[in-house]
């Protein structure tokens, strides 16, 4: 870890209010090493997604925000670069996948127009052929049946965990080093949720990329990330490698959160064969009395 | 089938039914409304035995079930009866006065469309700065005046007090007018190849076209801001934002088009409107549209023209509706692709 992809150094960030100035984020700091999972955890309004809006530029578009701290993304200086040069890292250096897949794709445009402007930020002379031939790669890599067919389609036409893999695709399209995933399919199902995380952890373990997982759900968190912070209130309280803060988290905030966890033993749903016995006749593990 | 034919041939139909309730309706309201149209066409002089006669003429004793069908029948042919007022075919009216009434309205909505898009536009990107306060004042006073008044103190300001454009008509009586093609004087004049003629009549239809679109142009103005605003929250503008696309790519790809399929109804059904507000506009500027002769004919009671006048502007507003609702269907594909779902 000793060249680190990202790292924040005391990063503030205040909000201009008729109130005078509220800050929201006092001092954050955080490395992501190359290759790294690491997860950003607290609950709602710790200053997670801000954070990742940071570290985009996207806040720094804000008037009314004021921003301080050191950011350094593959050794630059964000603060020192332009709004062009901030520019021109996203999508290209690093991208994000967001909470509501369906809602984030643009409903007037069928996916294979977006895949291009996406595709595009890299080689501004792709053609129409070529960049239908590397989505459809793309989406053959997130195990999506029928690529040209998603392709011609819609958000709205698709399914909430198609979406999400569409959009999994598209931050990945370009290969960044750093990929940003805020609460990624919190508005999917759990299910879906779950498999389309697994797609993403192997897909950027296979390319190297890393990541900086946003999240409230532990038990996600546990699965997918090598390191965790634990924000709260716009402070990091802990931090560390998964297995050592989920055995012993130290900071009351930390056990609090982890106490609020329901438990589940076995996990996940059990794959029933579709010959078995008890998918043929869903009645053959109850003892049913049939009325004489 | 595809789902835009299937789109055009339910639109299609539907307005076929409401043109259906739309001629009885006033085709009993013209006939109930008190005076007799044999009397008033002959006037106090005529005998009572020449009153009897036209009414026998016209068919007016018979049951009002009879005479409708007598009006569809005739209709079926092509024609709509002879106008009292005129003593012509009312179809032959129609033709005569319609296309300039037309002509006013079309320009009237390029304006809507090409004025009051943009403004929204700029006022939603400079929101809460000088340029969206001074559109929004305006675009709130074109909504709230009504377009006659607008054509007043159009014509005070600009034809009155500043002599920039012609006071009224449709073209200079210097000018000689060119043969009547289409009946669109504009498009006629360029028939012609009479580009003079076409300068002229374009520098006469621009005060009343404007007087006519200023309450579109505010309405459009206003609710393409508030739909760009509305636009410009949603997580797929921030996923934009997020791979770098430039901002003014954003404003024209990403906002512009979802923002528009509101817009879209709305001046849909405000060109429509604009067809009911030309008759006072028209007034106004001394136009020669279909506002004069329907004015007369209701006065007179003139059944046919009433009828017939009512029935194609209907007409008219139905057909607009149906291009805005295939508009609608192009640039949004939900509508596109919702026909085909729906069980």
Known sequence: MSDPILSLLDLKLGFKTYEGLVEVLHGISLRIGRGEKVALVGESGSGKSVTARIILGLLQELKSARISGAIHFDGADLEKLSRRERQALRGTRMSMIFQDPTSSLNPVFPIHVQFHEVLRRMDRNLTQRQGMQRAISLLTDVSIPEPERVLQAYAFQLSGGMNQRVMIAMALANEPSLLIADEPGTALDVTVQAQTLHLMRDLVVRKGTSVLFISHNLGVVREFADRVYVIYKGRIVEHGPTDALFGQPRHPYTKALMAAVPRITGGGIPDIPENSEAFLDPMIDHEVEVPA | ?343
């Open chain 2, 1 to 343: 089938m595809s789902p835009v034919v299937q789109l055009l041939a339910k639109r299609l139909s539907i307005s076929v039914i409401v043109l259906i309730g739309v001629s009885m309706l006033i085709f009993a309201i013209a006939r109930i409304i008190p005076g007799d149209p044999a009397r008033i066409a002959l006037g106090p002089n005529a005998t009572t035995e020449q009153v009897m006669q036209l009414r026998d003429k016209l068919h007016l004793d018979e049951s009002i079930i009879v005479q409708y069908a007598n009006f569809v029948s005739d209709f079926a042919r092509g024609d709509l009866g002879i106008s009292l007022y005129t003593n012509r075919p009312v179809m032959t009216d129609i033709a005569q006065f319609l296309p300039a009434t037309l002509e006013l309205v079309f320009v009237a909505g390029l304006f809507m469309i090409g004025f009051g898009i943009p403004l929204g536009i700029l006022s939603a990107r400079h929101r809460g700065k000088a340029a969206d306060n001074v559109i929004r004042v305006l675009s709130l006073l074109g909504v709230s005046a009504p377009s006659f008044v607008w054509a007043v103190i159009l014509m005070l300001l600009f034809a009155f007090f500043l002599p920039i454009f012609p006071i009224a008509g449709q073209i200079s009586d210097t000018l000689t007018v060119p043969p009547r093609i289409s009946g669109f004087l504009l498009f006629d004049c360029l028939l012609a190849g009479d580009l003079r003629a076409f300068a002229d009549a374009a520098h006469h239809i621009v005060l009343p076209a404007f007087a006519l679109s200023l309450s579109g142009i505010g309405q459009a103005a206003r609710l393409t801001r508030a739909n760009m605003i509305e636009t410009y929250d949603k997580p797929y503008i921030e996923m934009a934002r997020s791979y770098g696309f430039p901002e003014q790519r954003i404003a024209r790809r990403y906002a512009f088009r979802p923002s528009l399929i509101p817009s879209l109804t709305i001046i849909g059904l405000d060109f429509a409107a604009m067809l009911g507000n030309a008759f006072l506009v028209e007034a106004v500027y001394a136009w020669p549209g279909l506002s004069r002769y329907g004015v007369q004919v209701i006065l007179r009671k003139d059944l046919n023209a009433i009828v017939g006048t009512v029935l194609v502007i209907s007409a008219t507003f139905l057909i607009v509706n149906i291009i805005v609702d295939l508009l609608i269907a192009f640039i949004n594909p939900r509508i596109r692709y919702a026909e085909r779902s729906r069980p």
